[in-house]
């Protein structure tokens, strides 16, 4: 069995900052590329970043300058660093994973989602 168990949620302050942990477990052979994205009320979900397994990223326009994806192949962890929040970055953020089961069979897993609240 395969959990993608997210963190670090919460209220955050606008200028202040916030870091978001997400971390998959179970038997399976590997992680390949890890993601993060975000819906907010009465919005689709939307790309936030996506890292691959050889460490290039992608960011939304919105969050460049401001977010940071990382990730800990040691620890099975995904992190966004969030820097300078905006209000309109508030939104349930979700994390994705592709892993690999085995050698020949991939699949994708989403965490439970961790509500990022941006208010004075």
Known sequence: QVQVVESGGGLVQPGGSLRL????????????D???????????????????SGGSTNYADSVKGRFTISRDNAKKTVYLQMNSPKPE???????????????????????????????S
């Open 34 to 52: 890890m993601g993060w994205y975000r819906q907010a009320p009465g919005k689709q979900r939307e790309l936030v970043a996506r890292i691959t």
């Open 21 to 32: 942990s997400c971390a998959a477990s179970g038997n399976f052979f590997r992680i390949n």
């Open 89 to 119: 970055d508030t939104a349930a953020y979700y994390c994705n994973v592709q892993i690999w089961l085995t050698l020949l069979r991939s699949s994708d897993y989403w965490g439970q989602g961790t509500q990022v609240t941006v208010s």
